[in-house]
């Protein structure tokens, strides 16, 4: 089994900047790649970014450009820094975890963002 141990969330205003952290645990055999998910009041979940074991990175094009994601392959850790936030950023963020032909999800961590 696989746990994923999310922190960082939190309140921001417009404009400001937040670094989520998710730290993986447990029987690791392999990882595809780690990730990051968003879903907002009302609507459905979206992908925010997502890193290869191998360094490649993808992103939403609402976040390009404003959010980085980065990993520590050593502690099985994945970063998401999150600069010029906005209020339609706003979410509760997963994390993801793809590996040995398994999905692993997080339990959440809300980021909110005031105009």
């Known amino acids: 089994q696989v746990q994923l141990a999310e922190s960082g969330g939190g309140l921001v205003q417009a404009g400001g900047s937040l670094r989520l952290s998710c730290a993986a645990s447990?029987?690791?055999?392999?990882?595809?790649?780690m990730g990051w998910y968003r879903q907002a009041p009302g609507k459905q979940r979206e992908l925010v970014a997502t890193v290869t074991s191998g360094g490649s990175r993808n992103y939403a094009d609402s976040v390009k450009g404003r959010f980085t994601i980065s990993r520590d392959g050593a502690k099985n850790t994945v970063y998401l820094q999150m600069n010029s936030l906005k209020p339609e950023d706003t979410a509760v963020y997963y994390c993801?975890?793809?590996?040995?032909?398994?999905?692993?999800w997080g339990q959440g961590t809300q980021v909110t963002v005031s105009s």
């Open positions: 447990g029987s690791i055999f392999s990882i595809n790649y």
């Open positions: 993801n975890l793809q590996g040995g032909g398994r999905s692993y």
